[in-house]
T-cell receptor, first 113, second 113 residues
Framework: AQSVSQHNHHVILSEAASLELGCNYS??????LFWYVQYPGQHLQLLLK??????LVKGIKGFEAEFIKSKFSFNLRKPSVQWSDTAEYFC???????????FGKGTRLHILP | KAGVTQTPRYLIKTRGQQVTLSCSPI?????VSWYQQTPGQGLQFLFE???????NKGNFPGRFSGRQFSNSRSEMNVSTLELGDSALYLC????????????FGPGTRLTVL
């Protein structure tokens, strides 16, 4: 079955630390990839997306993600986190353009001031 | 464009009751997907509707059902509520023709007592 795995369920970092959240998916064909963020009490918001082209994509708030096709991975990175990055982060995949979006179980990120 | 609207925002029900949740997608979006979000399980796919037809269905019991109207508004219904149905129910609005990522509503927080 198609699935998305997020390696860390809960991450705690200090401000200015670097961040990398892992995401792997199990689908061999063409995929659209996303990272969504859910700040406390807020909607799910799109952080960044990959459809095709440059495998290194830039998102909002200084986040970026790298698509590595050979590893079926789409890891999220940020060089220096801020307290306001405290949120839950979800990796998601659409295996085919008209298919449903499949989410990972989320990573809860807590940044210490 | 107005965002995705979900009503009601909060609901408290007791076991055995039924509930109907509503989602109005972004104008022009003909696809609506529903997700159940619970701590530790992330977002689990319920079903997807496109042009009033259910296109995909997740692995939920028959107590969970949905429909979509000609104006693309969608409803989901849960009958014979159980304590485990307590969750945030999210609706995603999708325009499959554009390839744009899904846009999520604020969700309906259902509490079953």
């Amino acid at each position: 079955a198609q699935s998305v795995s997020q390696h860390n369920h809960h991450v705690i970092l200090s401000e200015a630390a670097s961040l990398e959240l892992g995401c792997n998916y199990s689908y061999g064909g063409t995929v659209n990839l996303f990272w969504y963020v859910q700040y406390p009490g807020q909607h799910l918001q799109l952080l960044l997306k990959y459809f095709s082209g440059d495998p290194l994509v830039k998102g909002i708030k200084g986040f970026e993600a790298e698509f590595i096709k050979s590893k079926f991975s789409f890891n999220l990175r940020k060089p220096s986190v801020q307290w306001s990055d405290t949120a839950e982060y979800f990796c998601a995949v659409i295996p085919n353009r008209d298919d449903k979006i499949i989410f990972g179980k989320g990573t809860r990120l807590h940044i210490l001031p | 464009k107005a965002g995705v609207t979900q009503t009601p925002r909060y609901l408290i029900k007791t076991r055995g009751q039924q509930v109907t949740l509503s989602c109005s997608p972004i104008s022009g979006h003909r696809s609506v997907s529903w997700y159940q979000q619970t701590p530790g399980q992330g977002l689990q796919f319920l079903f997807e509707y496109f042009s009033e037809t259910q296109r995909n269905k997740g692995n939920f019991p028959g107590r969970f059902s949905g429909r979509q109207f000609s104006n693309s508004r969608s409803e989901m219904n849960v009958s014979t509520l159980e304590l485990g149905d307590s969750a945030l129910y999210l609706c995603a609005s999708i325009d499959p023709t554009s390839g744009s990522p899904p846009v999520f509503g604020p969700g309906t927080r259902l509490t079953v007592l």
